[in-house]
């Protein structure tokens, strides 16, 4: 069975601008130009996501970086920032020391971090000694959320009607996987346009659709779970902003896990009928894919089957030098040792060439 894995990368490769750097030039674009559609314009306009990604955005650029944005990462570190003043404030309270104040002092970095992107609409700063109301995180938190989700059909708007429209050739490696099945973390149907049907396509991110709004929109953007202890099983207060979550309230689905248990059973029955009789292999390839650890619940099922032997193809040394890194945080530094080892490990990186 061969299972292809695909990310952003993958529609890059076919002339695509679908990067968030490319979608982050269409705003400004579109906002220069005083684009009359009323829809999208109540999407990125007044959107403090947008505003506060375009600030970072300038940022680098200012500083000589090259011109590149990870949306999900940004979101994170403000989640976290709204997290840490929660913390904060109900760390503060539980203080039997506590004596009437209606408000905490916020840890220097949240505060700096929250104020950015919170003051962004209007340019006035908030008091970092009155900012940890609960009333006033919850609200921080709605408004936040609503932003994302406008955001969202913001993206979905601009892949759906704004996109160029790319390569037309097919990718040599990826005819030669000759796939049986597809996981695809993009919004795009690039795969299903150009390359001949697999059984199944698990668009586990969604996908744009034409009749979509923001109500109805099923394009999961977010973060990966940040809280590593037990109180990530009773503390829901950020559960949105989380990748699982939207994967389940926007029902995209997780055909993958169908098609690994299918294969492990037949693997079993064969052993336990014919105990001689040789596996089938389940080859699992990930291109254009950075192995980013928001997604590392799907890539730990997929990279923990015992069975599964591993390629992860990478643009360039820059590349892998980043999926390397990103492997050891999703699955730790002595399991990246054990599964690419050269004489019996599963895992192998392979150069797009």
């Given at each position: 069975m ?10 890059i ?10 979608f982050?030039e ?8 005083g ?7 109540k ?15 300038e ?12 949306f ?8 976290k920032?709204l997290?840490r003043?929660?913390?904060s404030y109900?760390?503060?309270f539980n ?28 340019g ?5 000694e009155?900012s ?13 959320l609503?932003d ?5 059909r ?21 005819v ?24 199944e396509?698990?668009y ?17 953007l977010?973060?990966?779970e ?11 207060e ?9 994967r389940?309230?926007k ?11 299918e ?15 040789p596996?089938?292999e ?12 928001t ?12 069975y ?15 999926q ?7 699955i730790g530094?002595e ?10 490990g599963?895992?192998?990186f392979?150069?797009?060439?």
């Amino acid at each position: 069975m061969n299972i292809l894995v695909i990310g952003n990368g993958f529609d890059i490769a076919h002339g695509l601008n679908t990067s968030y750097a490319d979608f982050l030039e269409f705003v400004r674009s579109i906002k220069n130009s005083g684009s009359n559609n009323d829809e999208l314009n109540k999407c990125i306009n007044n959107n403090r996501w947008l505003d506060y990604f375009d600030s970072i955005f300038e940022e680098r650029k200012n500083e000589g970086k090259d011109g590149w944005i990870d949306f999900e990462s940004e979101i994170s570190i403000v989640i976290k920032a709204l997290d840490r003043a929660l913390l904060s404030y109900y760390n503060y309270f539980n203080n039997p020391d506590y004596k009437g104040l209606k408000a905490v002092v916020m840890d220097k970095n949240a505060f700096e971090i929250l104020n950015k992107v919170l003051s962004i609409d209007t340019g006035k700063s908030f008091s970092r000694e009155k900012s940890i109301y609960i009333k006033q995180i919850k609200k921080w938190k709605q408004i936040l959320l609503d932003d994302l989700n406008r955001l969202t059909r913001g993206l979905e708007i601009y892949l759906l009607k704004y996109l160029n429209e790319g390569k037309t050739d097919c990718l040599p490696i990826v005819v030669k996987i000759q796939a049986d099945y597809v996981i695809s973390f993009n919004y795009t149907k690039t795969y299903e346009k150009l390359y001949s049907k697999p059984s199944e396509i698990d668009y586990i991110h969604g996908v744009i659709k034409k009749e979509s709004d923001i109500e109805s929109n099923n394009m999961v953007l977010g973060i990966g779970e940040f809280i590593l202890d037990d109180r990530r099983d009773y503390d829901n207060e950020f559960i949105e902003f989380k990748k699982f979550y939207q994967r389940i309230y926007k029902n995209t689905g997780s055909k993958y896990k169908e098609w690994l248990k299918e294969f492990e059973a037949n693997q079993n029955l064969k052993c336990f009928n014919s105990p001689g009789q040789p596996y089938n292999e389940l080859n699992i390839h990930f291109y254009g894919h950075s192995l980013d650890p928001t997604d590392g619940d799907i890539l730990r099922d997929l990279i923990g089957s015992k069975y599964a032997n591993i390629s992860i193809y990478y643009h360039n040394k820059e590349a892998l030098s980043k999926q390397i890194a990103n492997l050891v945080r999703v699955i730790g530094e002595e399991r990246t040792i054990e599964l690419t080892d050269k004489s019996e490990g599963r895992i192998k990186f392979i150069p797009c060439v």
